[in-house]
């Protein structure tokens, strides 16, 4: 059946004037990103959308698309819970374009049975025209869970092309034993056939963080440098973190040589990806907010998408490096800055910031500190937030406190040089992601203006050598 647009849909529509680089509908909640797709040479972003209020609620699959990465429109809702199969939601899924141009949207169609408890099946819609029109397919559901195992949840179809045909693959967990993900292959994207587990926790080599109990959003990126697997860490209905898993996929499975957080901060999740026509990996992720209920329900949306980040596995086929596409990273283009020494004597060089959105490029020089201190605030004391760069501990800590609540504390991120840092904040309105020059990434809402940054040095003098936006 096609999906109408009732009239209250409109809403989905709005254009976003004054959000350029984050997508999300002016009003309701939104979570994970999905169908990620090129079409006609637009990038189309799907998203988990609930348009009756600001908490995740009955999930539709929200629209929005945009030519140059930067600035969204919105479109109709692309999916909503009206069959038996998916009454209670339309949860996570992705896109893939079919031979004959047509793109295929698969998703997870649930059913409430209990209290938090769901049955969860992959299913399908098809889209013919520009991506505004689905029609459900007839033989929905496609897939539904391996019987045996006791698993903890089934959901988040992540689909490929492969040299003979079409793969799949889906999260889950085993009771009592950790996340785990399915592997299904097909001829024609309808008929699946079950080909076992791809990877379960028991075989990732020490990680660089807990796994949780369920992987959710498995996806799989394969570039020249080599492959990589992201979950999304879930835990009893508790989402934790994201990680990447260096490895490569061969005859059914996955195989991992690292394992890594792939953003380091409070803020990020579920992140889905894609492959564009320049042949560049590009994912978004979701962005939860860190206030009070009350203030959720008084701006009457909740959630946004990060910014495009460009995918690369590097640096010995270690770490899934992320960076700011260049259409994002080129805006941060003019010297505000050059070259000015940072003191150690308790005093402080502040800068003033321009106005948000705004992309931010600098790059420190450690000289004979130890610490170089870096603060976003206003004039005065305010901060919004903090960032400690611990050159011998080898890590930059990240602190939004007190200008958010939820999640409180330091996270850290990873830094290998001792001598150098450079750094590129995209700040915007309500959240900072950050990004090293190494290709680490730390994804924090924070709210509260900053109109200048600071920096002071600690046990000795320290430099920045550039500060561009
Ligand atoms: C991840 C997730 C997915 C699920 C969707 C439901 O945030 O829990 O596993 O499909 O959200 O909205």
Redesign the pocket.
Known sequence: MTIEQPASRTQATQQLSGIPFHPRPETGWI??PNGLIQHHGRYHVFF?YSPASAE?GS?HWGHQSSDDLQHWEGHPIALAPDEAYDRD?C??GCAVATDDGDVIAFY?GVRQTAEQQWDQTICAARSAGPLDSWTKLASNPLVSPPSGPDLV?F??PFVWQTATGWSMIV?SGVRGQGGCIFRYDSNDLHTWQYSGVFLAEVDVPEAEAWLGTMW??PQLVKTDGGDALVI?I?DEHR?LHTMALVGTEEGGRFVVSKASMLDCGHDY??PAVMRDSDGRWLSWG?SPEARSADEKAGARWSGLLTAPRQLTVDRDRQLLVQRLPRELRDRAAGEVSASRAIPDDGSAVAIPLPAQPALVRLALAGGRSSQVLVRLGDDGNATSLSLAWDRYGHVLIVDREPSAQAVRGAVSVPVDSTEDLELLLLIDDSIVELFTGEGRTATERVYGAASTIHFAAIGGPAELTTLEY
């Open positions: 979570n994970d988990q995740w999930i939601g949860w996570s997870t949840g959901r988040d999260g959710e959003c999304s879930h989402l999740y579920a979701w």
